[in-house]
């Protein structure tokens, strides 16, 4: 009914930058937030940044400065552009999608992209 397809990973040396996309797709009358997790080998999946359909954002602590998210409403695609990439950085990224409002006035939450591989090493 609903399907995220996320683009834009790669490998990059440190210092360097990436940007990511995500596209929602299917009968999508809105989608109250949108965001970005990652997930390293050996650790829990953890928030990296998310925005509303407002603009509101939140970012972790850890990539604040250096990543920055952006949405378009209009292609129900949400951004994050990396910038001054570290090692540690290095993850699996998943786009999520909470609270899309569907045709027909069903709600549904919490969707997951397929996740796109980040990797920083020189």
């Known amino acids: 009914q609903v399907q995220l397809v996320e683009s834009g990973g790669g490998l990059v040396q440190p210092g360097g930058s990436l940007r990511l996309s995500c596209t929602a797709s299917?009968?999508?009358?809105?989608?109250?937030?949108m965001g970005w997790y990652r997930q390293a080998p050996g650790k829990q999946r953890e928030l990296v940044a998310s925005i509303t359909k407002y603009g509101t954002t939140n970012y972790a602590d850890s990539v604040q400065g250096r990543f920055t998210i952006s949405r378009d409403g209009t292609k129900n695609t949400v951004y994050l552009q990396m910038n001054s990439l570290k090692p540690e950085d290095t993850a699996v990224y998943y786009c999520?999608?909470?609270?899309?409002?569907?045709?027909?006035?069903?709600?549904?939450?919490?969707?997951w992209g397929q996740g796109t591989q980040v990797t920083v090493s020189s």
């Open positions: 299917g009968s999508i009358f809105s989608i109250t937030v």
């Open positions: 999520n999608a909470d609270r899309i409002w569907v045709l027909g006035g069903d709600v549904l939450d919490n969707y």
